[in-house]
């Protein structure tokens, strides 16, 4: 029987991308009791509504997969909410699993937790050592806090708040927004809808030069509930308590240019893909250093390749039963022969 047995698990965020990736893998875990609540039933943000949600739940183990998240248009314009609703949420239910004598946490944080110019892979204890990405700062500062916050209750109260920094992740759940996806289902979008309006070309901004690291969600859910898994002593090992994060990323990279190929093919698109060399390229690389994490015996299975055309299954399933939201999304596409260009998240 597994370590979750009798353990009641609050998924927070259960019906986003990586979120319901975990209810997926916790669901097939023996005995495994789940405590489930939208973000209409449980405000986050609400310190009242959480402390009396905690107090009513005798909850054994918490994965906070809830955060406000967005592509790089909404982060550029509403950072205020970016930086206040994620330190709301983490403050609120890092604070009240400690209250409520929680057993275990998992935070999740994000890859631009790192400095701008980290060096390549990126290692644990690259945190704080230099300025990071502008343009989401905001959300990048939220995210840093929610791992000091997990690090500043286990040492002054011994809880076991643990932290795991996801690489770009994609798969069924995704965000597909036309402005306002990462690269991986953007691509996804434009293709497809290239190929529905037969458009011509496809410009992408960038030279598709820079070198992305992705990791399919199912592969993610597997690494946190692996992590999850481990004793704190076998964690105190790999970690300092300054320094407690780890990485988690598949350590294969792709330039855009051939991930844009990839995607094409997978959709069927045919057309022609032209690269906007006069707009910006983002960091020419990112990958994250998951030795630490891959030394507890966690490794990713799903290969790109078929993770995409599971990703591109889900979206066209998500397509045929909202045919008219789809139809208005593609509308002016259809009246041109020439896509946007695509200004992504790399
Ligand atoms: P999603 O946007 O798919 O899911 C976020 C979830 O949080 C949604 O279910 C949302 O509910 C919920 N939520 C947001 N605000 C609140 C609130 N105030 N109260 C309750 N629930 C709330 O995000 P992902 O699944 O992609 O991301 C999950 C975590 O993984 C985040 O911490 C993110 O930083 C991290 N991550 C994701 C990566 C990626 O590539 N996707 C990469 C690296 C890290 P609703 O939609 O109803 O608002």
Redesign the pocket.
Known sequence: MSKHAQERVFV????????SAIVRALRKQAGCQLILR???E????QESQVQDFFAEQAIGTVY??????GGIYANQHYPAEFIR?NL??ESNVIHCAWKHRMQKLLF????CIYPRAAPQPIREEYLLGGPLEATNEAYAIA?IAGIKLCESYNRQYGTDFRSI??????GP???FHKEDS?VLPGLIRRFHDAQVTQASEVMIWGSGQPLREFLYVDDMASACLHLMRQSRETLAKLTAPQCSHLNAGSGEEIRIAMLALLIAEITGYEGHIAFDNSKPDGTPRKLLDSSRLRSLGWSPRMPLREGIRLTVQHFMALQSSTPLANAADTAHASAATRTEPLALRV
Not at 42 to 45: F, P, S, W
Not at 165 to 170: A, E, F, G, I, S
Request: net charge neutral; glycine share 12%; charged share 15%.
């Open positions: 927070a965020g259960h019906r986003g991308m990586v979120g939208s973000h209409e449980l405000d986050l943000t906070l997969a809830a955060a406000r998240v609703q709301q949420i999740l944080g994000s890859s995210k920094m996801p690489t770009n992740l994609y759940g995704d965000n990462h």
